[in-house]
């Protein structure tokens, strides 16, 4: 298994309809397994594969004791909704306050490429929709609630060492053009 790298908004690998998986071969399952492995390392809840670079359908996710790997994910049914904040591996720092539907029905194929269906509620169910809104080519400050999207950084420590956060609100307009910037300078960084 590796650890792969994770693309940072403004890749347009990020804004690609991701292709379906024809057959799910060994190919397919190393993916499946570095995915899982990056995801774990980088430390996130979920990971859609043109975040690490491959527009084809998969995502895996890992939410309290469930660890999933999918692939073809699709929603069959949506319940409810709710909102809450999200954030994501590839927009670094950035949240915003999300609606999403409470539960959903998932079906698509296991990393056997067997039929597989999984249903979800609350963090899971949120997890699962961000992540096939990846495959889709949409990022979650495209659906936030107006208003909502804000940067959360670091400044400094407190007196118990814990990090001190401050929230910074932007729009999404101001934060595409920081995203872009930060890649840039990733870039740059990684070719010196
Ligand atoms: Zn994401």
Not at 27 to 33: F, G, K, N, V
Not at 44 to 58: D, H, K
Not at 97 to 116: I, Y
Request: with cysteine; proline share 6%.
């Amino acid at each position: 298994m590796a650890v792969l790298p994770i693309v940072v908004y403004g890749d347009p690998v990020l804004r690609v309809k991701a292709r379906p998986v024809a057959r799910v071969d060994a190919e397919i399952r190393q993916l499946l397994a570095d995915m899982h492995e990056t995801m774990v390392q980088a430390p996130g809840i979920g990971l859609a594969a043109n975040q690490v670079g491959r527009p084809v359908r998969c995502l895996v996710a890992s939410v309290d004791d469930s660890n999933l790997l999918m692939v073809n994910p699709r929603i069959v049914s949506r319940k409810g909704s709710y909102e809450a904040i999200e954030a994501c591996l590839s927009l670094p720092g950035l949240q915003a306050t999300v609606p999403r539907a409470e539960r959903v029905v998932v079906a698509g194929l296991n990393r056997n490429g067997k039929p597989t269906k999984v249903e979800a509620e609350g963090l899971l169910a949120r997890c699962l929709q961000h992540e096939i809104d990846h495959l889709d080519g949409i990022v979650f400050p495209d659906r936030a609630l107006p208003g909502s999207i804000h940067w959360v950084r670091e400044e400094g420590v407190d007196e118990e060492g814990e990090p001190i956060l401050v929230r910074e609100d932007t729009t999404w307009e101001e934060a595409h053009e920081a995203l872009l910037g930060l890649r840039r300078h990733r870039l740059a960084a990684a070719t010196e």
